[in-house]
């Protein structure tokens, strides 16, 4: 077998490259969700995605002889190096991500190749895989490869933790997503913690407004950095992130999914949760990213009213200062059970999941067991010292 050899991706039609071959090694996988090249594209342009503009990254391909085998991004997040190293990141560490290998050769290649770049930028650890952000993909699938994911999630090559473990890497913390039956009722419990909330006139949860939605977003995301500002992996979100967030998810929202709690007039807390645009994509979009006119054109129209569909809360958030309270689990049950009566009664949903949830978040574990959710896939991140 010839030697890999590994070279950074430099131009436009290298980084091309970099996107497609995702498609390629993962064509064959039926539960492998295509998303659209030219999002793929923005993702890994400079000045395109704000992360880049407090971030310096590499891409690298791998080849043997002239045909591409391999890939990985190599990049620190100036923002994740000034966080408490008890929080995950913190001085001297850096990521690598967005790994796609023929074999375990190649990925072994890129793997040293993108170690050597951060070396070379003064890291002497790495915390992996990060694609890009903790954020976006974070961590590797070791659970759930007999189902597609569901929006802003990622589906891996079922190898790719072992020959990632086999380098020395060591977990430091697992992801869980949560699936959940949203026909279901949920425990009488629930319902009475639910209903003593609807009585309660100093709390109040509202739809989001449509038609501010940049500004609905920055409440939202305020009351994000705030709630998460200790946890594991933390990184702010800035303001240009912000407003870049809100205008890709803009098509996706739906002002009954994406709810605000207020207690005495103040926003604190907030469910996000996105219709799967997964299921219609993986009937419409080419395994290239591609999509035909009419498959677009389908697309934006179920973008427009979705039906049959499963649901996705990636974010939910309550500020610091109601944490551990009864207010705090109080308004996060409102919030999922109007919304889920949303979903059952508009959307004609049948599934939600819940995730990604950080294994040791007691609070949110004990949410998604009190619903009756089950755990439906995990992914691992890996440390080790460079």
Known sequence: MADVTV??????????????????????????????RSEEMEKF??????????????????RRGDRIV????????????????????????????????????????????????LRTQGMNRVLAPMNLSVWEEPGIQTKGFDHPPMIM????????????????????????????DIRKDFPPLIARIVASGEKNERIRVRNVVL?????????????????????????????????????????????????????????????MTLPDLNQPQMRLNKRNGKPSLLGLIKL???????????????????????????????????MIEFIRKAAIEKYHGKRGELGWILEDNQGMVAIADAIGSMVNREYRIYAKAL
């Open 7 to 36: 070279s950074p991706v430099t131009g436009k039609r290298e980084l091309g490259a970099f996107v497609d071959l995702a498609y390629r090694l993962n064509a064959g996988d039926p539960n492998w969700v295509p998303n659209l």
């Open 45 to 62: 342009t400079p000045g395109k995605n704000p992360f880049f503009a407090h971030a310096r990254c590499q891409l690298f391909l791998a």
């Open 70 to 117: 391999g890939r990985i991004s190599a990049h620190i997040d100036e923002l994740a190096l000034l966080v408490p190293p008890e929080q995950g990141m913190g001085p001297g560490t850096g990521n690598w991500g967005a790994i796609e290998a023929e074999d375990e050769a190649v990925a072994a290649a890129l793997i040293s190749t993108a170690e050597e770049w």
């Open 153 to 180: 999630m990622a589906h891996h090559d079922r190898r790719y933790s072992g020959w990632i473990e086999a380098l020395g890497y060591e977990t430091v913390k697992m992801l869980r997503t949560y699936d959940l």
């Open 211 to 271: 038609a501010n939605f940049e500004a609905e977003a920055a409440i939202i995301c305020d009351i994000l950095n705030d709630a998460w500002s200790d946890n594991w992996g933390f990184v702010p979100f800035t303001p240009e992130e912000i407003a870049y967030t809100a205008r890709k998810l803009r098509p996706l929202v739906h002002p009954d999914l994406i709810r605000i709690a207020e207690y005495d007039g103040e926003p604190v807390a907030f469910m």
């Open 300 to 334: 934006l129209l179920w973008l427009r009213k979705p039906r049959n569909a499963d649901l996705r809360v990636p974010l939910m958030g309550v500020r610091k200062h109601l944490q551990s309270s009864r207010l705090a689990s109080q308004l996060a049950f409102m």
